[in-house]
């Protein structure tokens, strides 16, 4: 089933876990907290403190995406936060396979995020591994870019891989998500889209019905 994950980097900062119940209520139930260190990114956002505190409000599924350098200690101070599933940065860690069996120990679910940049051939190591791949289709680190659709070949191969080896790895793509590019991120395989600034920037209703509306247009499209 496809869903929609929203990127509270988007949310009113002043009132996240507003904007978090508000998004439930209209039928989300993954939430994606970019944890940023102003160096792997420009900005700096997030820690696990926020995490605690918005999980007061919520029983929704939580991720973080640990977009930053010396990964290993923060990941650390995740662990009990409240979240579902951690997702390392693969072009700013050292070991993926270490922090992945780490997550897995702490009976988290384990996601790897890939930039731009990255060719599926570095990916595909890592597809039996975790629970989910995130393609990034935009810059880590701030909101309101614009889809790359270059992401889109890697999303292909990877849903390929997956069905061709009888996986469960679901793909998420991450970044530029709206009314427009759904219906390509669907028709490219992915299961989950983390749209940030098209559910949160302006009428969160709106935004969201707007969303479930081409999902399924563009679903019905594939199947038919």
Not at 64 to 72: G, P, T, W
Not at 157 to 169: E, G, Q, R
């Amino acid at each position: 089933m496809f869903e929609f994950c929203a990127s509270v980097l988007a949310a009113n900062h002043a009132h996240i876990a507003r904007d978090v119940v508000k998004a439930e209520s209209l039928g989300i139930r993954r939430f994606h907290f970019d944890i940023c260190d102003g160096h792997f990114t420009r900005d700096i956002f997030f820690g696990p403190q926020l995490v605690q505190d918005v999980r007061k409000e919520s029983a929704s599924f939580f991720d973080v995406h640990l977009a930053v350098y010396n990964m290993a200690p923060i990941l650390d101070s995740f662990l009990n936060s409240g979240v579902n599933m951690i997702n390392i940065q693969f072009e700013s860690c050292d070991a993926p396979g270490v922090l992945i069996n780490k997550i897995h120990a702490n009976s988290l679910e384990a996601s790897i995020s890939f930039s731009l940049a990255s060719d599926f051939v570095e990916m595909q190591p890592y597809l039996e591994t975790v629970e989910v791949v995130n393609l990034l289709a935009v810059n880590p680190g701030y909101g309101g870019q614009q889809f790359r659709i270059n992401v889109l070949k890697k999303i292909e191969m990877a849903a390929d891989y997956i069905h061709i080896n009888n996986l469960k790895t679901k793909i998420s793509v991450d970044g530029g998500v709206n009314e427009y590019t759904i219906r390509d991120i669907i028709q490219a395989g992915a299961d989950i889209a983390i749209a940030g600034s098209g559910i949160f920037s302006g009428d969160i209703e709106r935004n969201i019905t707007v969303l479930q509306d081409a999902t399924k247009e563009s679903l019905q499209h594939k199947e038919g």
